[in-house]
């Protein structure tokens, strides 16, 4: 019983950790979306990254083992 409760224990800590690197790589993506010093094209293609790294975020949230 107590190995089950070690591997849900780990389990969670995993999820926990790929949540907030996923949340840093959303924050990171929108710094550079945010870039004025680089071209239009360039700040839509960050723009569409921040977009899509957050999308991430709010379904890792809510669903967080990856069900998608």
Not at 17 to 40: G, M, N
Not at 46 to 54: D, G, N, Y
């Amino acid at each position: 019983f107590s190995h089950l409760y070690f591997q849900v224990e780990d389990a969670s800590k995993k999820l926990e950790l790929e949540l907030d690197l996923q949340k840093q790589i959303t924050s990171a993506a929108h710094k550079l979306a945010s870039d004025k010093s680089v071209s239009r094209f360039v700040r839509k293609q960050r723009r569409h990254s921040f977009m899509k790294a957050q999308s991430k975020v709010s379904i890792e949230d809510f669903y967080p083992y990856n069900i998608f």
